[in-house]
């Protein structure tokens, strides 16, 4: 299985940026983290295989959805009103089960750098 992530890049607090995780393999339930600079990696937002249920972090709600469309086995994290505190490595990974715990998932990707400059 590979995980291969998309999407980073520089942009300006209130942007908007998407990120996307392409799998290769089975379809599993996904999951985005985050890293900061000198931080612990971080729950971001988590979706399962059927798109029925999500899971996302207090500090992403109501700026962050995550969609996939399973026929291109690709789960997108779509940033809006992005802050510089969302500056960060951002790394996919797929599991078993939507969970918030990074210890959940199988199959990390390689992480996509977003920076949000204010």
């Known amino acids: 299985v590979q995980l291969q992530a998309s999407g980073g890049g520089m942009v300006q607090a209130g942007d908007s940026l998407r990120l996307s995780c392409k799998v290769s393999?089975?379809?599993?339930?996904m999951g985005w983290f985050r890293q900061a600079p000198g931080q612990e990696r971080e729950f971001a937002a988590a979706i399962n295989r059927d798109r029925g249920y999500s899971l996302s972090a207090d500090s992403v709600k109501g700026r962050f959805t995550l969609s996939r469309d399973n026929a291109k086995n690709t789960v997108y994290l779509q940033m809006n009103s992005l802050k510089s505190e969302d500056t960060a490595v951002y790394y996919c990974?797929?599991?078993?089960?939507?969970?918030?715990?990074?210890?959940?998932?199988?199959?990390w990707g390689q992480g996509t750098l977003v920076t949000v400059s204010s």
């Open positions: 393999g089975r379809i599993f339930s």
């Open positions: 990974a797929a599991g078993r089960v939507v969970s918030g715990a990074a210890a959940d998932y199988d199959y």
